[in-house]
């Protein structure tokens, strides 16, 4: 399509508002001569650079008024997770993504992503951090707040997210219990495996009743868990990934430890999880063994008697140097520290 569907800046000078946007409307109208998103957007920069802000609002209102139907349609997919929320509220959210997306699109840094397709990918963002927002604003009225300073703050609940744990919104439900997971499972197998549970859960939640989904949601699993390192590669590639690593490179790797902490790491990354300490006591066990064959004769008495020693000959050095802890050294304190030490 030519630059004839729009007007040209020539056509602003001495033509009256009232018939180009006539000749805009009828443009529009017509189905044939209707411009895609991309020509737009790419008219509208021309626009701006031209330096006709005001042609150039003309056309960011008809764009938004051609993306319309495409955010009601994407709005409308949310109506289980909106709760209360309004359609005309989440297209309102996802129109104001889209006007901000004008001025960051670049074609040639999107590859072959249409314009129409990175405003659907933004405004599904904005609509799923509306609602989570609207989730998170439970909390007693600014009435009932006023008067009670000390309160703890209410915190933002995080929402079941329908995207994949990979895309889904930071800190959420969804990345916490999946971090929580990955510290219950002894194989990348396992992992994936519950990972598919979690995925079938999350579906069933979301097939409930508003109201019942809801209230599940933020009576269980509210815990807020520190969020661990997921794994960031398919199943299959972390299967070649870990299967690239042999014995020799182990060996490598722990080449200047002693025997005992050799032998210890052997045990402990044997590939079969049966082969491995069955608890976290029995590699306790096995690290005290190899601590006391490298320091013999060394344990809590001998610890103890070192530390009296310590105390011992730092009580003489006490008139000489002063400690910032002098409870340690009581010898040799001045009368004024004595009567504050009684008085503690």
Excluded at 47 to 73: C, I, N, T, Y
Excluded at 78 to 91: P, T
Excluded at 136 to 145: K, N, Y
Aim: charged content about 30%; proline content about 6%.
């Amino acid at each position: 399509m030519g630059n004839g569907v729009f007007l040209n800046a020539r056509e602003g000078q001495g033509v009256k508002k009232g018939s180009a946007a006539k000749r805009e409307s009828h443009v529009s109208r017509s189905g044939a001569s209707r411009p895609s998103p991309d020509e737009l957007v790419s008219e509208i920069h021309r626009r701006h650079a031209a330096g006709e802000p005001g042609r150039a609002r003309q056309l960011v209102d008809a764009l938004l008024r051609l993306l319309e139907p495409q955010l009601r349609r994407q709005a409308r997919g949310y109506e289980k997770l909106s709760g209360s929320l309004l359609e005309d509220d989440l297209v309102q959210v996802a129109l104001l993504e889209a006007l901000k997306a004008v001025e960051t699109y670049k074609p040639e840094k999107r590859g072959r992503q249409t314009f129409s397709t990175w405003v659907e990918w933004r405004a599904r963002r904005a609509i799923m951090e509306q609602i989570r927002l609207h989730y998170a604003d439970v909390r007693p009225s600014d009435a009932a707040q006023r008067g009670r300073k000390g309160q703890p703050k209410t915190r933002p609940m995080p929402l079941v997210s329908r995207d994949d744990a990979a895309e889904s919104l930071p800190g959420s439900l969804t990345q916490m219990h999946d971090a929580a997971l990955a510290l219950e499972v002894a194989t990348v197998e396992e992992l994936y495996a519950l990972r598919e549970e979690c995925a079938r859960l999350r579906r069933e939640v979301l097939n409930l009743d508003p109201k019942l989904r809801e209230l599940v949601s933020r009576v269980h699993g509210m815990a807020h868990l520190q969020p661990e390192i997921l794994p960031s590669l398919p199943l299959t590639q972390m299967q070649v990934l870990l299967a690239s690593f042999s014995p020799e490179d182990v060996e490598e790797a722990v080449a200047s430890l002693s025997p005992d902490v050799k032998a210890m790491l052997h045990v402990a990354l044997r590939a079969k999880p049966e082969e491995r300490f069955a608890t976290a006591a029995g590699m306790r066990d096995a690290m005290r063994v190899a601590l006391a064959r490298r320091h013999p004769g060394y344990g809590r008495q001998e610890a103890a008697a070192e530390w009296a020693q310590v105390l011992a000959e730092g009580s003489v050095l006490r008139d000489e140097v002063e400690f910032g802890e002098e409870r340690f050294f009581p010898e040799g304190l001045e009368a004024h520290e004595l009567e504050g030490l009684k008085r503690e």
